[in-house]
């Protein structure tokens, strides 16, 4: 045994004579995860489109184009479309201007990129907003049920049950029409409830999940020698739930956000365009649900949002995977 | 009568829309515009009458046989005859189905629909101040079953018609103007003893209460008809009415499908008007539009032998006026739209009046998805163009029918002491197309001083919230009314006259607009001579809107169907809005 690695105190050699230094399961993962270059290439896709989202209302500003016909400066259909409600310029039937680079809509004739890039931004707003308390239900939720054995555990696991059971589609469809006439009279608020159920229908169908990964990793956890010995010791419980337990479900929790965040991402837009999201603000799913009757003449139109979500939810979901695969010790890539 | 369903009353898809004619000012089109309409005919079901047609009709050139499939987006309303009072259900009732006492028949010269007879010999025999009407009914009609189809059959099913808590849908004709047919509530409630129609022999008496010249219109309703008594408990009728005519019903699934196939014992003979060439007819009502148009654009197998009566989307109209035009039918249909503020609440007639100036026409019907000119056409009478007698007249000094300018409802706001002035109306928030023109609508008021509230509801609700006289959520309603027959008779009463709130709400007096000053007008023109009535109706619409402005006009309705290659004999029945199913062949 040399002295430098005394010196070292825990950092020692290995036999190529690299330093090996004590690093927590985080910092190992973020390690592995610059070394991967699908998973660079997904985060910089996803933190470009988070930018864009961002910086929407500064990008229409400075292009000048509007994403609401109720904005005053925004033309009027009439004086941008043609008689059919087509655009009278750009595509599909004049060429490309760069005034407009992904053209007009037809009918209301807004800006598609001002509305895409608005779009983008309810998108990732709201599935931002369902993955943190969807996964702060879930994470509660399976903390309590995996540490409490006996009753609560079985009736958490029904509720658990129950909700899977409830069909979310219906669910979705039920909630609407109800959201819609409670508050027919106020359309701001309308528009804010429309934002809110949708969230909630997200969260209230999206937190088992998880609420079962974590119960299960629980139930090992608990009959661990640290938990053990903090039993003994006497800590109450909410210590030893968020202080032992909730550390080490650190990589569990990581990787099932990165994977439910995409998911939520089409689910509204798949929601918007069953028409049973949201109507007030301009969304991807909408956009693609109008531009589908249109398709055969102006496919732009509806490509443009359709490849967005496309490669939002993939880039998406490819870190997700690159996130699990560095913080599964089995994986090697 | 009504839209083709009652939801669809303001939406862009099934509705009829308005066509433009190119006001000024507009910012120039290069495309040049839509190939429209003929504006001026819209509403001409044509006045002629011809009480000495008769059957059989042959068409040259067409052959027998075939399947003629027809799509919708929506399924019907009661197909009980008594109750058939959609632009649907009464055209492919009177067209395939049942016969009445008078029908609709296409003429092929002027395009127009003309008045011939169909259950009756001629087209009735009126008393000297249209009080009493005479009918004689056919030999040789007969039930889908080899009955004769007798007087008595037809006197009951007129009994039926003054039944309103049966039929709800129905049209109340009979109850407005037979004798005692306020009282008189058809066989189920008061019995078949009832005076107003009696039968001798063939011979068919209609008594009234008060003068009815437009009985002859009336009687092509499918309710002026014969019902088989003792075979027709409403709830089941509905869903099989007995045919009289060339086509009966095989199989109905409301909402889903209906199968007519040939009737037997149908006589071409004793029919003036109708066909029977192709063998069968299969409607299917699930069909979104967006694939219609598809199925009749790529023309291809069974699409050839298919057409629709909903409107082809704007999208696809241009495709289909460039590519496919002999296969567009674009035609008139005698349908105003408007917007009516609440006469109780809305009581400054500047507020209104600039409502209208604020009003942004073009604008909003493009972003609901007419296509200008075609199924969208500007206007100021309530009267649709082709109506007898109708004179165009501008309540509105320098408006250009069709424009929007939002300086000059300022200025009358700020003249009536009324900026910020809220209007609160309905629109339906799960339908994409209303929203889109909500909007558009939200921007131009506010841009006029005027306090815009929409007000959100659902397609199903629509109809029930704007037809509560209570609600206080709102304080204009947009609406709409086809005609029955080209007479204001079938414009003013259900539109301008007072109804009692209480009993029987507001009907569809969407403007809640009570003056006795009208109401009494109304009584006194339905009393005069048939020849002095269009000029009379004429100056009532101007009267009413240069004196009270109760209502704006947002455009008259025009349509564009589409049919595959092998359908032939498609035309517009401009009396309903609809295809004249009566000359439809399949080419073989």
Not at chain 1, 33 to 38: I, Y
Not at chain 1, 141 to 155: H, S
Not at chain 2, 301 to 315: R, S
Request: aromatic share 10%; net charge negative.
């Amino acid at each position: 045994m040399s002295t430098t690695a005394d010196l070292e105190g825990l950092a020692s050699r290995d036999a190529v004579g690299q330093v090996i230094a004590g690093r927590s399961p985080t910092r190992i993962a973020l390690r592995r995860l610059r070394s991967d270059k699908v998973a660079v290439v997904s985060s910089g896709t996803v933190l470009l489109l988070v930018v864009l989202a961002l910086l929407a209302p500064l990008i229409t500003s400075v292009l000048g184009i509007h994403a609401t016909t109720t904005d005053p400066d925004a033309p009027l259909p009439s004086e941008v479309l043609s008689y059919d409600g087509f655009p009278a310029v750009g595509p599909p039937y004049y060429p490309f201007t760069w005034e407009h680079p992904l053209g007009l809509a037809p009918q209301t004739g807004v800006d598609n990129l001002a509305r895409l890039l608005y779009g983008l931004r309810t998108s990732l707003a709201v599935a931002t907003a369902a993955t943190v308390l969807s996964t702060l239900i879930g994470v509660s939720v399976g903390l309590v049920a995996g540490f409490a054995r006996g009753w609560l555990d079985r009736l958490i696991s029904f509720c658990i049950d129950l909700f899977l059971s409830f069909p979310f589609i219906l669910g979705a469809l039920a909630l609407a029409p109800i959201v819609v006439s409670r508050f027919s009279t106020d359309l701001e608020a309308l528009a804010r409830a429309q934002v809110l159920a949708l969230v909630a229908v997200l969260v209230v169908f999206g937190w088992m999940g998880l609420a079962r990964l974590i119960r299960g990793q629980v139930f090992s956890l608990r009959e661990r020698e640290f938990v053990q010995a903090a039993h003994v010791l006497g800590l109450p419980t909410r210590h030893i739930l968020f202080k032992e337990l909730l550390p080490n479900l650190v990589a569990p929790i990581v990787v099932a956000v990165s994977l439910t965040l995409p998911a939520y991402v089409a689910a509204e837009a798949g929601l918007s365009y069953l028409g049973i999201g949201l109507t007030g603000v301009p969304s991807l799913g909408q956009t693609i649900n109008d531009a589908v009757p249109s398709f055969e003449k102006y496919p732009l139109y509806l490509w443009a949002p359709v490849v967005t979500v496309m490669v939002l939810v993939l880039a998406l979901n490819l870190l997700g995977d690159a996130v699990r695969d560095a913080f599964d010790p089995r994986t090697r890539r | 009568m009504r839209f083709r369903r009652p939801v669809i009353a303001v939406t862009a898809v099934g509705m009829l829309a308005l066509a433009a004619c190119g006001g000024s000012g507009e910012p120039a089109d290069d495309n040049g515009r839509a190939k429209g309409v003929d504006a001026e005919k819209l509403a001409d079901t044509g006045t002629g009458m011809d009480a000495e047609r008769e059957g059989p009709v042959k068409i040259d050139g067409a052959t027998e046989g075939g399947t003629v499939t027809v799509l919708s987006y929506a399924g019907l309303n009661s197909m009980d005859p008594t109750e058939a009072y959609y632009q649907s259900t009464l055209s492919i009732l009177s067209g395939l189905v049942t016969r009445s006492l008078t029908q609709f028949a296409y003429d092929e010269e002027s395009g127009e629909m003309t008045l011939v007879p169909d259950l009756a010999t001629d087209l009735g025999t009126p008393n000297e101040d249209y009080t009493e009407w005479e009918f004689t009914i056919r030999d040789g009609v007969k039930w889908e079953n080899g009955d004769e189809v007798t007087a008595e059959d037809v006197r009951y099913g007129i009994l039926r018609s003054f039944d309103r808590a049966s039929f709800l849908e129905g049209a109340n004709y009979s109850n407005a103007y037979f004798l005692d047919g306020d009282e008189y509530k058809g066989p189920y409630k008061s019995g078949k003893d009832y005076a107003g129609v009696e039968v001798d022999g063939d011979t068919l008496t209609l008594k009234m209460a008060r003068p009815f010249p437009d009985m002859p219109y009336w009687g092509s309703f499918p309710a002026m008809g014969p019902i088989p008594e003792g075979e027709d408990e409403p709830e089941e009728y509905r869903l099989h009415p007995w045919s009289t005519g060339p086509y009966m019903f095989e199989d109905y699934n409301p909402e889903k499908s209906l199968t007519l196939v040939r009737n037997p014992h149908w006589d071409p003979n004793t029919d003036p008007s109708r066909t029977q060439y192709p063998e069968q007819y299969v409607f299917d009502f699930q069909t979104d539009s967006t694939k219609i148009d598809q199925i009749l654009l790529k023309d291809q197998g069974e699409a050839q032998t298919t057409m629709t009566y909903d409107n082809v989307l704007a999208a696809n109209f241009r495709t289909f006026q460039d590519e496919h035009a002999d296969r567009l039918v674009l035609g008139g249909s005698p349908l105003t739209t408007y917007w009516a503020p609440d006469y109780r609440k809305v009581t400054d007639k500047r507020v209104r009046q600039a409502l209208a100036w604020a009003y942004p026409y073009r604008d909003a019907a493009l972003a609901a998805g007419y296509v200008e000119g075609v199924t969208r056409i500007w206007g100021t009478n309530l009267l649709p163009p082709g109506m007898p007698g109708r004179t165009e007249y501008n309540p509105l000094p320098g408006h250009e029918p069709g424009s929007t300018d939002t300086a000059k409802a300022r200025e009358l706001l700020e003249e009536a002491d009324a900026v910020g002035y809220e209007i609160k109306w309905l629109f339906q928030n799960d339908d994409p197309n209303t929203v889109k023109a909500t909007d558009i609508v939200v921007r131009s008021l506010e841009e006029a001083g005027f306090e815009a509230s929409p007000v959100a509801t659902t397609i199903a609700n629509f109809s029930t919230d704007r037809e509560d006289p209570d609600n206080d959520d709102i304080n204009v309603r947009s609406g709409g009314w086809l005609s029955d027959w080209p007479s204001g008779g079938s414009w003013f009463p259900p539109v301008f006259q007072s109804t009692d709130l209480e009993e029987e709400g507001l009907g569809s007096n969407y403007a809640v607009f009570s003056e006795p000053e009208v109401d009494q007008r109304i009584e006194e023109i339905s009393m005069l001579p048939i020849e002095e009535q269009p000029a009379a109706w004429n100056e009532l619409d101007e009267f009413i809107a240069t004196e009270y402005f109760p209502l704006f006009v947002l455009g008259y309705g025009g349509v564009a169907m589409a049919h595959g290659s092998k359908i032939e004999g498609f035309e517009v029945d401009t009396a309903a809005g609809m295809p004249t199913w009566k000359g439809i062949w399949v080419e073989q």
